[in-house]
């Protein structure tokens, strides 16, 4: 896939993200013209003592914020907060002031490796899918 100016600096710091990180491990990942999609591993992770979800409710599935909060260092929410916003001033820098992110983020536990197998090949087949995407006639951002 060929990136646009903003998604090469997506691609380019979702890479040093494991540079910087070394407790970060990247599996799959692929930059969509209107979306970001990635497995990623935290060796040692840190127990997220601020999460939403009281102790006794099992869950593969959360929305994380990555806004303003008292994230736990190396969890994923920091992780993925630290990318975003290392994006977005890179990208700003380039009179793209109309990019954002979402405020949040979709996080999945991967519970075997059948799962894993899926998702991994999702991801891989993501920008073939690209045509039939309902937002696939969406306006690109242009830079002041």
């Known amino acids: 896939m ?3 100016a903003i998604g090469e600096i997506i691609a380019d710091e979702w890479q040093r993200t494991a540079i910087v990180r070394p407790y970060v491990v990247l599996d799959e990942w ?3 013209p209107n979306h970001f999609h990635a497995i990623v591993g935290i060796q040692n ?3 997220d003592q601020f999460s939403r979800f009281p102790d006794d409710v099992e ?3 959360r929305v994380v914020s990555t ?3 008292r994230l736990q260092p190396k969890s994923l929410g920091a992780i993925v907060g630290q990318f975003k916003s290392m994006c977005t ?3 700003w820098a380039m009179d793209y002031h109309e990019f954002a ?3 949040r983020f979709y996080d999945r536990i991967i519970p075997d490796r059948f799962a894993f197998d899926r998702i991994r090949q999702y991801i891989k087949t993501n920008p073939e ?3 039939t995407d309902k937002f696939f006639k969406m306006k690109p951002i242009q830079s002041n």
Do not use: A, E
């Open 59 to 61: 869950t593969t599935q």
């Open 129 to 131: 899918r690209w045509k």
């Open 89 to 91: 001033k890179r990208i």
């Open 67 to 69: 806004g303003v909060s």
């Open 2 to 4: 060929q990136y646009s």
């Open 30 to 32: 692929v930059v969509m």
């Open 45 to 47: 992770p840190v127990f």
């Open 101 to 103: 992110w979402q405020s």
